[in-house]
């Protein structure tokens, strides 16, 4: 029922604002103003690395140690063994796995600690897939200042390709009630007429597709 009634309030605006398109998957064409922001929230991801040291009683248990959130969204760690965290903030997971010694020593202290991307771990605040017509499709970080443009993520994809529609890349957006919106982007207008407005923030999840143009 929320996700009809979402449905039904965002059909019912693009009727009134003359926007009205979506496609038998939930799929919603918007305008810049109509594209809902996210919020992004630094959490344990799948491949994201984190520094992990225990201490008891004073006494050093473990010495820093790196681990990787796995596939499954778990990592493991001595003793306590698998531990889901995918999802949990890093105070969270510190939570967590102190209660989870306290099954072994006394007055256990945990100190974890994101390993910084450039050490080859993934974001914990999320990433983009950037695909179609670009130099190196895939998977592109959001940096800790949580401000990858649009601009920036192409760019960091490898730039457009030779055979680039730039004025129909497309964004899409997957909401939280299952429906997504789809946004195209005039890139040429961004460069060459200072439109802003459509060099948008990206959110966790997005997709960016640059089609190769008929021409």
């Not at 006494?59 to 990787?68: G, H, N, P, T, W």
Request: charged share 20%; with cysteine; net charge negative.
């Amino acid at each position: 029922m929320f996700r009809f009634l979402s449905a039904l309030t965002i059909m019912l605006s693009c009727l009134l604002t003359g926007c009205f398109s979506f496609t038998p998957d939930g799929t919603y064409d918007v305008s810049v103003e109509q594209l809902k922001p996210g919020v992004i929230t630094p959490q344990l991801r799948v491949g994201v690395k984190v520094r992990v040291s225990l201490v008891a009683l004073g006494e050093s248990v473990f010495q820093e140690e790196i681990k990787e959130v796995s596939a499954s969204g778990d990592l493991v760690l001595p003793l306590i063994n698998s531990v889901q965290c995918a999802g949990m903030t890093i105070e969270e997971f510190q939570r967590t796995i102190t209660e989870r010694y306290k099954e072994f020593y006394r007055d256990p202290v945990v100190s974890a600690y994101y390993v910084p991307m450039s050490e080859g771990g993934s974001s914990p605040y999320g990433s983009v897939l950037v695909t179609g017509s670009v130099g190196t499709p895939g998977v592109v970080n959001i940096p800790q200042t949580c401000d990858l443009t649009v601009m920036q993520a192409l760019q960091a994809a490898g730039g457009l390709g030779m055979w680039a529609d730039k004025g129909r890349v497309r964004l899409t957006r997957n909401l939280a009630d299952g429906t997504k919106q789809r946004l195209i982007i005039d890139t040429e207008s961004i460069g060459t007429h200072g439109d802003t407005a459509q060099n948008v923030i990206l959110m966790p999840g997005d997709v960016l597709y640059v089609p190769e143009s008929n021409w």
